[in-house]
């Protein structure tokens, strides 16, 4: 069975600090590995989406990469804003194309000005 | 082009009644997914469903829980006879193929009394 464990559970860091946020998997056999965030009382929007065969993607300030050997992602945010605290959900699919995404409980970040 | 909708919002209901939620896919999108999410735990996967298909409901609870994606109009999410634990946030996401990025909605935060 699948788990999703995503560490810190809560992190506060100085605006402008470069930091990332840590995801494992217990099955490497993913389909995908989707980022997300989500805002306090909102819905979750996607950061970014990584398929089995890449290793990373990029999307601004984000970089995702992906290790399926070892069971792990790293979200990087560099030069930190106050507008990025929110809290970061890793979910991944598979090992098939099922459609069903399993979750971490996620960090939450504050970025302190 | 319009994100994922839900509707209602917020939904109160008192023991025992009917709660019935409602999502509208992005345009374009013909899979439909909902998650729920417990207070102090993480996004569960219920049900992904097509067009009139349900594909996978290994996360809908055996009883009262029912979902459908009907030829026109929205997807609903019923729950029937509701009980102070169905208290939740539900999201909606949405994709073009199954293997694709999720949108998301808002969500509708059911609150029983």
């Known amino acids: 069975k699948q788990e999703v464990t995503q560490i810190p559970a809560a992190l506060s860091v100085p605006e402008g600090e470069n930091l990332v946020l840590n995801c494992s998997f217990t099955?490497?056999?993913?389909?995908?590995l989707q980022w997300f965030r989500q805002d306090p009382g909102k819905g979750l929007t996607s950061l970014l989406l990584?398929?089995?065969?890449?290793r990373e993607q990029t999307s601004g300030r984000l970089n995702a990469s992906l290790d399926k050997s070892s069971g792990r992602s790293t979200l990087y945010i560099a030069a930190s804003q106050p507008g990025d605290s929110a809290t970061y959900l890793c979910?991944?699919?598979?090992?098939?194309?099922?459609?069903?995404?399993?979750f971490g409980q996620g960090t939450t970040l504050q970025v302190k000005p | 082009n319009a994100g994922v909708m839900q509707n209602p919002r917020h939904l109160v209901r008192r023991r025992g009644q009917e709660a019935r939620l409602r999502c509208s896919p992005m345009?374009?999108?013909?899979?439909v997914y909902w998650y729920r999410q417990l207070p102090e735990e993480g996004l569960k996967f219920m049900v992904y469903?097509?067009?009139?298909?349900?594909?996978?409901e290994s996360g809908m609870p055996k009883e009262r829980f029912s979902a459908e994606f009907p030829k026109e109009g929205p997807s609903i999410l019923r729950i029937q006879q509701v009980v102070r634990g169905d208290s939740a946030a539900y999201f909606c996401?949405?994709?073009?193929?199954?293997?694709?990025?999720?949108?998301f909605g808002p969500g509708t935060r059911l609150t029983v009394t």
């Open positions: 996401a949405s994709s073009q193929e199954s293997d694709y990025e999720q949108y």
């Open positions: 099955d490497s056999a993913i389909y995908n």
């Open positions: 990584i398929q089995s065969s890449q």
């Open positions: 979910a991944v699919m598979g090992p098939s194309n099922t459609g069903k995404l399993i």
């Open positions: 345009k374009g999108h013909s899979h």
């Open positions: 469903l097509q067009k009139e298909n349900i594909i996978d």
